[in-house]
Each structure stands twice: as C-alpha cells, then as structure tokens.
C-alpha cells in the first residue's frame, strides 16, 4: 500500500496522488481500488460538483440577469457527467445527461440567442 500511494504524502485532506492525470484522493471513510481509508475522486467530479450547484443556485435567483448564466454552468457541467457516467458504465444515467443537455441547451437559446438575434434585428 505505501509504494502504491508513494507521491501522495502531502499535508491537507485533498492530495495530489501523482498516479494519474487529474486524480485527487480524499482521506475518509470508503474503499476504493482496494484501499481502506482512501476514496478517490478526479477532476471529472469535482467539475461536476461546483458547476452543478452554481448552475441549479443562479437558477433560484430573483435576478435575470443573474438567471440567465444558470444554463452556462450547466452546459459547461455537461461534459463532465458524460465522461463520469460513461466511465462508471451508468447507462441510464448516461441517457438522462442527454435531456439534461438538452434543457440547458434550451436556455442558452432563451436566454443568449434569442435575445441576441432580436437585438441585431432591431427587435425588443
């Protein structure tokens, strides 16, 4: 175990492992690989994560202009949960992250192009 987890001795509870690219572990309880203690969560899910609550948080706003980025975050969250939920083979999952896609697509037409494309005609 020691030789395996050798370039992730660093203070702090998120650690670098140096095993892959854009690997991180996490100190807590689980098991993952094997390896009581250690959890491992790569980049793909921590984009998840932050893009995912900021999108749903802007969504909640009373603000439009604040509004309108929600579906920025969670069109840029997309392709992470494509890579995830491909990856952990969760077919159904993977199915959902097509209407979600889908949904946040619809508002960046609402909210960016339609406006835009009013705008340059000389619309409202």
Known sequence: MAEDMKH???PGPWRYTGEHDNDFIIWGPG???GRTGVRRMDFAQIAIAM??????FLS???REDLRRFACIFGLIGQPFWFIATWQAEQWGIFALCFLYT???ARGAWN???VPHLLQKAGGP
Request: proline share 0%; hydrophobic share 45%.
């Open 31 to 33: 098991e993952s690989k």
């Open 102 to 104: 889908f949904s946040w």
């Open 8 to 10: 992730s001795f660093t």
């Open 111 to 113: 909210f960016w192009i």
């Open 51 to 56: 893009t995912g609550v900021t999108a749903v």
């Open 60 to 62: 909640q706003s009373k």
